[in-house]
């Protein structure tokens, strides 16, 4: 594969700099972030979908960011979108158990169904990820943004899930644009997101 536009701090500039940014805040910790605020609060009063939402939050979106952050500072990894894919193996595991640590919460305490089966996919989507990056570096991005667009469209109808469609052809395009992945990675990433979400509707979820 060759090397990333935006690899060189150099390069970051313009339209280069306008998709990384775009890559970075449409990520999977944000887009996931988001559905554990809105799946609570569907099913639950303000306060308690709230609590609920800062524990899926806390967990599952910024605590794994802060793992990243962590090795990147302390220079463990080379850079932020970790295109060498045994930079990450590490936040793969680590993402993997506190989304194990949080269902066990969500679960001992009664927590919402549809947030217990967020939690299952993210455990089946992080761990099915971590395995296929051993080998090739899958698209994170891709896989995350049409799960979030389907789950959208199960949990809350299709016309709702329009509004992420415009996020999943943008996550598409700037990942092959900056050359952070081949069509065969983001086509990968598609199957896997879909492939994850479709299997929890055969038992039940979403």
């Not at 060759?2 to 887009?31: E, Y």
């Not at 979400?197 to 038992?203: E, K, N, P, R």
Request: hydrophobic share 55%.
């Amino acid at each position: 594969m060759t090397t990333p536009l935006d690899h060189h701090a150099h390069n970051r500039t313009g339209l280069v700099k306008s998709a990384r940014i775009f890559s970075n805040i449409v990520s999977p910790p944000v887009m996931f972030a988001l559905l554990g605020i809105a799946i609570p609060l569907k099913t639950l009063p303000f306060w308690p979908g709230f609590g609920w939402a800062a524990v899926y939050g806390l967990l599952v979106s910024l605590a794994p960011i802060l793992v990243v952050l962590y090795l990147l500072k302390t220079g463990r990894i080379s850079e932020l979108h970790m295109s060498d894919t045994r930079e990450r193996h590490l936040p793969y595991a680590t993402a993997v158990v506190f989304a194990f640590l949080a269902f066990g919460i969500v679960s001992w305490f009664d927590g919402p169904e549809l947030l217990r089966c967020l939690l299952i996919f993210n455990i089946i989507e992080l761990a099915a990820l971590g395995l296929i990056n051993i080998w090739w570096l899958i698209s994170i991005h891709t896989t995350g943004v049409i799960a979030t667009w389907l789950i959208v469209g199960l949990v809350w109808g299709w016309m709702a899930s329009l509004i992420v469609v415009p996020l999943v052809i943008g996550v598409s395009w700037v990942r092959l644009y900056l050359r952070r992945h081949t069509p065969a990675q983001v086509l990968a990433g598609f199957a896997l997101g879909i492939a994850s979400v479709l299997s929890l509707t055969l038992v039940g979820c979403f």
